[in-house]
């Protein structure tokens, strides 16, 4: 399939380069800043580009993958080419392109992405949505051939899983952020705790997270908790984030 990228950033180029390695020919990398155009076009051998009057109209499919607050300005752009559109946000709704078309859907990756670290896109759990049934079965046979693990998700579904990912993943890597800060003040280096993020996330590859929970809280440690809240003394929004969140636990273990 020929493809158009709009967007230079984590998720297009993440998802450029599945798709070529998949055999799909790139024809275009749309961003407002030609040198990051250019620099994911050299990597998959595309035409890179700044302006949207210069979009090729020999492609089938424009992949939308820039911030959610440009999604419709950029659909608006492209409608008029009446190519097949998907947009690739876990919190937007299909209907952001159904403004414009009906030949559209979304195309939504599961995964925390970052230019600088390679994944296997075949792992990526790939989120599907079509403005009818034809769409979505030629968006799911499209996604088949970069990701293993596809799936046909409703808009809404697609807003929960977006929220269930933000805990799972950007708030907790929030909290890795403030151990590294507590270890750093106190001359200790972060690899320390390193081995006990691994385990802790391998754990729930397999069992239920309320299961597998540990520390004083579910313990009901009082002594412990109260000794932690005094070495936050000069931090209170820490000491709020700590409290909340030991509570949150108890009122967890309580239910279960």
Do not use: W
């Not at 799909?24 to 051998?45: D, E």
């Not at 051939?145 to 993943?169: D, E, M, P, W």
């Not at 952020?177 to 590859?205: C, G, M, S």
Request: hydrophobic share 45%; net charge negative.
């Amino acid at each position: 399939m020929r493809i158009t990228i709009t967007g230079s950033g984590n998720v297009a180029t993440h998802m450029a380069a599945a798709f070529k390695n998949a055999g799909h020919r790139i024809v275009q990398v749309y961003s407002p800043t030609m040198q990051n155009a250019a620099l994911l076009a050299y990597h998959v051998g595309a035409e890179a580009i700044d302006d949207m009057a210069a979009i090729n109209t020999e492609t089938d499919l424009f992949i939308i993958a820039v911030k959610d607050d440009a999604i419709m300005d950029v659909a608006k752009q492209l409608a008029p080419y009446n190519k097949l559109m998907v947009h690739t946000s876990g919190a937007t709704s299909i209907s952001a392109l159904e403004i414009f078309t009906n030949n559209c859907g979304v195309f939504y990756p599961l995964q925390t992405f970052s230019k600088i670290r390679e994944l296997n896109f075949l792992n990526v759990p790939l989120c599907i949505e079509g403005a009818d049934d034809d769409i979505t079965k030629q968006l799911q046979q499209l996604a088949q051939t970069i990701s293993n693990k596809v799936y046909k998700v409703s808009t809404g579904q697609r807003k929960i899983l977006h929220l269930a990912a933000v805990f799972a993943c950007n708030f907790p890597n929030y909290l890795y952020h403030v151990a590294e800060q507590l270890l750093n003040q106190n001359q200790l280096d972060f690899d320390i705790i390193r081995p006990l993020i691994d385990e802790t996330a391998e754990k729930v590859q397999h069992t239920s997270p309320a299961k597998v929970q540990t520390g004083p809280a579910v313990r009901g440690d009082q002594k412990t908790m109260q000794a932690h809240l005094e070495l936050l003394d000069n931090n209170a929004d820490l000491q709020a984030v700590y409290r909340m969140l030991s509570q949150a636990i108890i009122k967890m273990d309580k239910s279960e």
